[in-house]
């Protein structure tokens, strides 16, 4: 966690995703995760939500905090038109 990244309009926390050759298992592709593992984290946390409530259960859900992965938690949880 590097939160003077914020300042410079950086994501706070980094990752790095490696892929693999599926035939070799050599490295083949670095990139950087924030993003994805973001969404991973708010994944988590949506998948939660819908096995504790009926999927007709229209009330609100609140969370705590205003960061990334809770912006991504609100893209999973609510549903899309």
Request: hydrophobic share 45%; charged share 25%.
């Amino acid at each position: 966690s590097f939160p003077q990244n914020l300042e410079r309009g950086w994501e706070r926390a980094t990752a790095v995703i490696v892929l693999n050759s599926l035939e070799t298992g050599r490295p083949r592709v670095f990139m950087e995760g924030a993003l994805v593992s973001a969404r991973r984290t708010a994944a988590g946390a949506a998948l939660a939500v819908r096995h504790m409530r009926p999927a007709d259960d229209a009330r609100p859900v609140g969370v705590i905090g205003c960061g990334r992965i809770n912006s991504e938690v609100l893209n999973f949880v609510i549903p899309r038109d």
